[in-house]
Structures are given as C-alpha cells and as structure tokens.
C-alpha cells in the first residue's frame, strides 16, 4: 500500500509517522503541503500544529494548496487518516463531522491513556477486538470534540464512533470534556478516519507500548 504523509508548517509528526508505517512494510512519502497532486492508497494527516495553530487548530491549513487533493481523493473513495491536528484538519474540511474545543481543564495534556474500541467493523481497527482496551498515547491542547446530539446519534447508530477515552478497565474516562468520551470515529462510508491518540508513538514496547501497531496493520489486512 502506497502511503502519502502531508506535511504542513507547524506539522512535527511527519517522521515519526513515516518510520511508524515503513515500519510494517507500507511505502510512504512525505509530501509538501504546497503540492496540488496525490498519488496514493492512503493519505494520512499527521499531528503537530499546523500554522501555529493561529485563529484555532487547523484553521489556516485547509486554505493550503493540498487539500483540493484531499478532498478529491475523497471523493474517489480513497482512504484517509487524520491523527491529532490532522483530525482537526478533516473536521475543518468537513469530510469529518463535528469540530473540537479547548480541553475542558485549559491544559495541554501529554500522556498516555487508555481507549476503549466500540467497533471494529471498519479497516481502520480490523485487527482489533471490539470492546478491547488499547493504551496509546495523547497530546493536545484541543481534543474536546463535540457534535451536536441529531449527528451523534446518527453516528451512533451508523457505527462511526470507534474509539472512546477509558480506564484501564474499561470504564469509560474522560480527560478533555470529549461528548460522549469519544477519541475516535469515521465517515458513514468508513474510509475516512479520524483519532486524537497518536498510534504512530506506540509502536514498541521500549518506547511505552506497542498498541498503535495494531491500528497501523488495519490497512495493509
């Protein structure tokens, strides 16, 4: 699966997310946000604070010339994953629903935390089990996502919430304010993904754990 990893000025996760699919075998490139063309299988929208994140998270890089690519890819069905501030992006862009506020504490929060997977009916956690508990890690100043209640329930009802905040066992847990402790979901075609976790920093027990190399092998399977 050829991989195409956007990178943004303010994007620091590029790398870190190229090593973290080259890794499992995927053939990636780093591609400027000032390119017009994507030629790729999946595109990934990485972390970071893209533009400074000036006026809020995200704001200004869906005007960058890249994303008229995105948007195309998507439409052809292409799939597309938006990690940390690349989930900002794809809800800015509207290829996600809902839009993120500050934490409800006003920290930044760097961790690790638990997440509980609500469904693995998608490419994205194929190779995860439904109810399983993954510790990967976060870090952001906005990752209070909220939806208004009609489309959380047509989301709930069309399994396109994925991934919730919890404890370690499993107890629902919420550490920025998330409606309905949610930290991950996707668009009712499921090829498009998004999740404020980062898997990419996951990837070996070493480092703190090895969970995220379970979200990364979805698409290749």
Same mark, same amino acid.
């Given at each position: 699966?050829?991989?195409?990893?956007l990178d943004?000025?303010?994007?620091?996760?590029?790398n870190d997310?190229?090593? =973290? &699919?080259?890794?499992?075998?995927?053939? +990636?490139?780093?591609?400027?946000?000032?390119?017009?063309?994507?030629?790729? #299988?999946? !595109?990934? /929208?990485?972390? *970071?604070?893209?533009?400074? @994140?000036?006026?809020?998270?995200?704001?200004? =890089?869906?005007?960058?010339?890249?994303?008229?690519?995105?948007?195309?890819?998507?439409? %052809? $069905?292409?799939?597309? /994953?938006?990690? +940390?501030?690349? &989930?900002?992006?794809?809800?800015? /862009?509207?290829?996600?629903?809902?839009?993120?506020?500050?934490?409800?504490?006003?920290?930044?929060?760097?961790?690790?935390?638990?997440?509980?997977?609500?469904?693995?009916?998608?490419?994205?956690?194929?190779? +995860?089990?439904?109810?399983?508990?993954?510790?990967?890690?976060?870090?952001?100043?906005?990752?209070?996502? &909220? !939806?208004?209640?009609?489309?959380?329930? &047509?989301?709930? @009802?069309? #399994?396109?919430?994925?991934?919730?905040?919890? #404890?370690?066992?499993?107890?629902?847990?919420?550490?920025? *304010?998330? !409606?309905?402790?949610?930290?991950?979901?996707?668009?009712?075609?499921? %090829?498009?993904?998004? /999740?404020?976790?980062?898997?990419?920093?996951?990837?070996?027990?070493?480092? $703190?754990?090895? #969970? *995220? !190399?379970?979200?990364?092998?979805?698409?290749? +399977?």
């Amino acid at each position: 699966m050829k991989v195409a990893i956007l990178d943004f000025p303010g994007t620091n996760c590029q790398n870190d997310t190229k090593f =973290a &699919f080259e890794n499992l075998g995927y053939k +990636c490139e780093i591609i400027w946000h000032k390119i017009e063309k994507i030629e790729a #299988d999946l !595109v990934i /929208l990485p972390g *970071g604070f893209s533009y400074g @994140d000036y006026l809020r998270t995200a704001a200004i =890089a869906k005007f960058s010339p890249i994303m008229n690519a995105v948007i195309n890819h998507a439409k %052809k $069905g292409g799939y597309i /994953l938006g990690i +940390c501030n690349g &989930f900002q992006m794809l809800l800015e /862009l509207n290829l996600l629903k809902g839009a993120m506020n500050k934490n409800i504490n006003l920290n930044f929060i760097s961790k690790y935390h638990h997440l509980k997977v609500i469904s693995n009916n998608n490419k994205f956690l194929s190779q +995860c089990k439904k109810d399983e508990i993954l510790n990967i890690p976060i870090a952001h100043g906005e990752g209070n996502y &909220f !939806v208004d209640e009609n489309t959380l329930k &047509f989301m709930q @009802d069309n #399994d396109q919430i994925l991934l919730k905040y919890c #404890d370690k066992d499993g107890n629902f847990k919420n550490p920025n *304010g998330s !409606v309905d402790y949610i930290a991950g979901i996707c668009d009712e075609n499921k %090829k498009i993904f998004g /999740l404020m976790p980062h898997p990419e920093r996951a990837i070996d027990k070493i480092l $703190g754990g090895d #969970d *995220g !190399v379970k979200i990364i092998k979805g698409f290749i +399977c």
